[in-house]
């Protein structure tokens, strides 16, 4: 059962029902391997210029695994935006995680409370494409007049034009499965990646 305060306004209840699904692995499954994670990190702290006494705000942080390392960067509250209250229950129990349960789209209208005015950082990683486009320029603007003087509005995504959504059957899924069984007898699956990352100032 998903809840309903996941459904309707928030993304609509397919992407509700997909990360209600998907929440309780989420984390093991988007870590890949802890230097993938250290490397993204990485780059998110420098992109953001996270220090210090920055105010970060991460819209669409799912579980917070990210929102949880770059807290650790800064001694301000690390708000954590997200519309699945599945996905925000998985956010690790530290009093430094402020945890929203609101979409990028409601934020960027100013109807989410967070506990600051202005952020030094707002980080929105992989959660971009579940705005839709008919307000994905205004979701921009508002999350950008949320920015402190000197901040940076952060948007990590997968290339647009790499892939786009496939659909697969469960006797292709199980047939590719198959092959990546067959070619990766090690058990470790090693593939190259490519992330977009938009920094505005
Ligand atoms: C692919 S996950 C990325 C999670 C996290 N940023 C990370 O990289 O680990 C996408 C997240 O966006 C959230 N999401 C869906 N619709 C959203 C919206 N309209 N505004 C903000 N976040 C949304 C989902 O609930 C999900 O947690």
């Known amino acids: 059962m998903i809840p309903d305060r996941d459904r309707g306004a928030r993304g609509g209840p397919d992407i509700a029902a997909h990360y209600h699904r998907l929440a309780p692995d989420f984390t093991r499954h988007w870590s890949y391997s802890d230097a993938f994670v250290g490397w993204m990190t990485s780059r998110l702290l420098a992109h953001a210029a ?23 960067h800064t001694h301000q509250l690390l708000v954590c935006v997200d519309p699945s209250t599945a996905m925000l229950d ?26 600051y005015r202005k952020f030094d950082a707002v980080v929105v990683k992989e959660a971009q494409h579940h705005v839709s486009r008919d307000v994905r320029e205004s979701t921009v603007r508002g999350l950008a007049r949320l920015l402190a003087p000197d901040g940076r509005l952060i948007v990590v995504m997968m290339p647009t034009h790499c892939c786009g959504h496939q659909h697969f059957t469960d006797a292709e899924l199980d047939a590719g499965i198959t092959e990546i ?4 007898p090690g058990g470790t699956v090693t593939f190259p990646d490519r992330y977009t990352v938009l920094v505005a100032h």
């Open 50 to 72: 996270v220090g210090g006494d920055s105010r970060v705000l991460d819209v669409g942080c799912g579980t917070g695994l990210y929102s949880q390392r770059l807290a650790d």
């Open 181 to 184: 069984r067959r070619t990766n």
């Open 90 to 115: 998985r956010i690790s129990d530290s009093p430094r995680l402020v945890p929203v349960n609101a979409t990028a789209e409601s934020v960027a209208r100013g109807e989410a409370p967070l506990p």
